[in-house]
């Protein structure tokens, strides 16, 4: 029955793709290697910009789609059918459908919250649960599964198992009616929002710049690979947050690359920092859970990070709010991609909590994207099209999204930061900004565009463009 109703919830979808799909291609997030499970690519190849982000410049499944070893014949036919819509699904539409291949192809291990957005099947998180309301709720069939205490948060975070046969939906919902005080939600899934295009292409090894000698960068994503050239100097320290261990992402070493990288002509925003990374997918398809997420953040809050860059976007969460909302407190300042759901599109989170520096992406001509999400909450806008950043197996890739304009505001702050308070740094970057669009802040561009010197042509270090493969 729950398959039956998945499905009938994939045909909708897939009307909107099928209506969609003869409109003016929009850039995607993904070229080169195919979806992960069908292998050779999708039919007919990927649209300029490609699929949504993290599933690597070669197909890695870094979101927890079934990987490049799932057999084509173990995937069901609302998977395929997912899975050719994606091919020419406009962006707008991309992240929601990749969301109900994900539902599909992992029924065992995820399930859909209120609003149909991935979670966690079978349990739930509580935030600081008083010792009372623990009684009450074992009374009532939930069990503790995991305790853990985010110290350099403040928090205290409870991971809560599910009576036998109840949905998270059903579960959220009792455990607010059995303690109304308390605090729950689900444990949604989060992704990366940006993706990188065509086979690495190498370039002469150079001189490493080291302009941010000195200063702790944060970074919440995937395993960063020590890719040759533009990151083989970097200093790098990595930690693993989810189920299974470390995986090296595509789109986590591009994104690092656009913060600490140097090569040639190639540069990120703070060559010479160290740049500490916590990797919330690893292998398994529950990565990029809210409580991976929150451990990260605490991790990064103990190493003193100053400025933490996160490219991950999703629903509004209370775990991943209250994370937040203690990093800011702390003198923390956290930068977000806006994500790539279009102009129309609801916030994202985290970049549209109160006070995350929420950044969009703009192309060679200064142009938004027009898949960047808009709203007031947009602070600035940095460079996150045609421009190269490191591949995961050396050599250059070209991105796109507004994850890679995020980690460009990211280290220029926390070169600013240095000596400044997080309020002063970010004043001091909107005087830095060039206004575009409207005068004045607006929510298109927000204070305006920073860092444009740094968009790196994917032409002047060998970077394939709009390439398929």
């Not at 040759?228 to 992402?249: E, N």
């Not at 190493?303 to 203690?326: M, W």
Request: hydrophobic content about 45%.
């Amino acid at each position: 029955m729950a398959d039956d109703r998945q499905f009938r919830r994939v045909i909708p979808a897939l009307a909107v793709a099928g209506a969609l799909a003869c409109a003016a291609p929009a850039a995607a997030q993904l070229i080169g290697g195919g979806l992960p499970g069908l292998p050779g690519g999708l039919p007919g190849g990927l649209p300029p910009g490609g699929l949504p982000g993290g599933l690597g410049d070669r197909g890695l499944g870094d979101r927890g789609l079934p990987d490049a070893t799932t057999p084509l014949r173990r995937l069901t036919p609302p998977v395929e059918a997912l899975a050719s819509a994606l091919a020419n699904a406009p962006l707008s539409e991309v992240r929601r459908l990749t969301a109900e291949r994900l539902l599909l192809a992992h029924p065992d291990v995820l399930e859909a919250d209120d609003h149909g957005q991935p979670v966690v099947r079978g349990e739930v998180l509580a935030i600081d649960p008083r010792p009372d309301a623990l009684v009450r709720l074992r009374q009532a069939g939930f069990s503790v599964r995991s305790q853990n205490v985010l110290g350099a948060l403040g928090l205290r975070t409870v991971v809560l198992g599910l009576p036998k046969g109840h949905s998270a939906v059903d579960a959220v919902r009792q455990l607010r009616s059995l303690d109304p005080e308390g605090q729950y939600d689900f444990d949604h899934l989060y992704q990366q929002a940006g993706g990188v295009s065509g086979p690495a292409m190498r370039a002469s090894p150079a001189a490493t710049a080291a302009e941010g000698r000195g200063l702790r960068i944060g970074l919440v994503d995937g395993s960063v690979a020590p890719s040759r050239p533009a990151l083989v100097h970097a200093a790098l320290v990595q930690r693993a947050f989810a189920a299974g261990g470390a995986r090296v992402s595509a789109h986590a070493t591009a994104v690092a690359s656009l913060i600490v990288g140097s090569a040639g002509p190639f540069r990120g925003a703070a060559p010479g920092a160290t740049l500490y990374v916590g990797d919330v997918y690893g292998p398994t398809p529950t990565g990029g859970s809210a409580e991976a997420v929150a451990r990260a953040l605490a991790w990064l809050a103990e190493q003193k990070t100053p400025v933490i860059s996160i490219s991950l976007v999703g629903p509004s969460n209370v775990l991943l709010g209250a994370a937040v909302r203690a990093l800011i407190a702390h003198g923390h300042i956290v930068v977000a991609a806006v994500g790539n759901d279009g102009p129309a599109a609801p916030p994202l989170y985290p970049a549209a909590y109160p006070g995350v520096v929420a950044v969009t992406a703009v192309d060679a001509r200064h142009r938004v994207l027009p898949e960047a999400g808009r709203g007031t909450h947009v602070d600035f806008a940095a460079p996150g099209a045609d421009m190269a950043a490191a591949g995961s197996r050396d050599g250059y890739v070209s991105v796109r999204g507004t994850s890679f304009a995020a980690p460009i505001v990211a280290g220029r702050l926390a070169r600013l930061a240095t000596e400044a308070s997080p309020t002063q740094a970010i004043e001091a970057l909107g005087r830095e900004a060039t206004d575009l669009g409207a005068p004045g802040p607006d929510p298109v561009y927000g204070r305006g565009l920073v860092g444009a010197e740094l968009r790196t042509d994917p032409a002047a270090v060998g970077a394939a463009r709009g390439s398929r493969e």
